[in-house]
Structures are given as C-alpha cells and as structure tokens.
C-alpha cells in the first residue's frame, strides 16, 4: 500500500516551458488536492477535484491546469511555466466526509528559471 | 471567510521544555480540527484531529482540545524531544467539497 505518490520529485523548467505532475494514489479515495507550498504562506489550494471526471478552481489555479481521467490519478499541468511558479507542490486525497484525514504525497520541488 | 491563524516562529525550545503553538480558526459551519507536523523534505502527516467542540486529540504525547467558545485549537506537549523539530501545521475542514485551510506552519527547533 503505497499510499499517495508523486512524479517527479524535482524538476527545473525555463520559462515558457510546460509540464506535467503526475499524483497517484491507491487507496481509492474520492477526493484529490493539488496544493503549493511557499515559505511563510502555508500551503494553498490550486485545485480540487471531487470524483472521477471532476474538477474544481481552488484559491490559485491561475497558470494551471488539471485532469482526473481515472479515479487513481490527478494531474498537474503548467502550460507555459513562469518563475513565480516555483514552489513545492503537494498532492493530498480524502475519502470524503468532513471528519476524514488527508493523506499527503512526498512533494514535487520545481524550479522556474 | 473561512480561515487558520497560528503563531508565527520559529519557535525555539531546549529539550524536555513544554511546547504551546496557539491557532486560532474563523469557520462559518462546524469545523472538524487538525494538527499536521511536516519533517523536512516529507509530505505532511497528520498529527492529531478533533472533529467537534470540546473533543481533545492526543497522539505521540501531544494534545489539543477544541474549544468552540474561544474558536482554538492549541497544540501542546509536555517535554519536548530533539525528534520533535518539524512544521507544524493547524488545519480545519468543512463539508464543503472537504475543502481543507491551512495555517502557514510554525517551525518548532528543540536543541539538546
């Protein structure tokens, strides 16, 4: 039981260029985030998606998109990458209900240059 | 809107000293309450939960209880360990698509 898995775990881009954070889990849950880490700002929300096929703006998907074709996976894409989207990025799940824990993945660090 | 306030750090303490991270929380429904602790270079892992007012979550020797009155949820621990270092997150959720708000993380660093 791996729990919640991401690819790839670094990754240095150039300006303009895209790319695709793959998050995986395999404990069937119905919910799955995509969060960014700053230093001092916490951990905020890019999107969310609620079930197979859903998908949902959080509180900065500006620059991002999403994908949630099979019910395991939740993709991250930056289609043109920017330096102010250097970050760490997190992949979390939830089975749902509000008393329910997240599991979090290990983090993708990306640098922008 | 809904939101997370915890005491900025990093807080520093020596070893066996009783630890206290204060958050407070702004919640239109009734949340459920979290406390995550991040190691460095992991994801974050939850730590301890309480999911109605006046529950106390405890786990690993930490403890903190919901406290509707004073919209809190302190964490705290009597004898802090030198594996105790990390960030640790205050988080709380509502049955809102499960959405989850995160405070900005407070660094603990407990020296020998």
């Known amino acids: 039981n791996a729990g919640v898995t991401q690819t790839p775990k670094f990754r240095v881009l150039k300006t303009g260029q895209s790319m695709t954070l793959l998050c995986a889990q395999d404990m069937n849950h119905e919910y799955m985030y995509w969060y960014r880490q700053d230093p001092g700002m916490g951990l905020r929300l890019i999107h969310y998606s609620v079930g197979e096929g859903t998908t949902a703006k959080g509180e900065v998907p500006d620059g991002y998109n999403v994908s949630r074709l099979k019910k395991q996976n939740f993709l991250l894409g930056l289609e043109s990458a920017a330096p102010s989207q250097t970050s760490v990025y997190f992949c979390?799940?939830?089975?749902?209900?509000?008393?329910?824990?997240?599991?979090f993945g290990p983090g993708t660090r990306l640098l922008v240059l | 809107g809904d939101s997370v306030t915890q005491m900025e750090g990093p807080v520093t303490l020596s070893e066996e000293a009783f630890l206290t991270i204060n958050c407070t929380y702004t919640a239109t429904g009734y949340p459920s309450l979290f406390w995550y602790v991040q190691y460095p270079g992991e994801g974050l892992q939850l730590l301890l939960k309480a999911t109605k007012a006046d529950d106390k979550g405890s786990n690993k020797g930490f403890e903190a209880t919901y406290r509707k009155e004073t919209t809190s949820f302190h964490l705290e621990k009597g004898s802090v360990q030198v594996s105790d270092s990390a960030v640790y997150f205050c988080a709380l959720s509502l049955y809102n698509f499960n959405k989850f708000y995160f405070g900005s993380g407070t660094k603990l660093n407990v020296k020998p």
């Open positions: 979390a799940s939830t089975d749902g209900g509000v008393q329910e824990t997240q599991y």
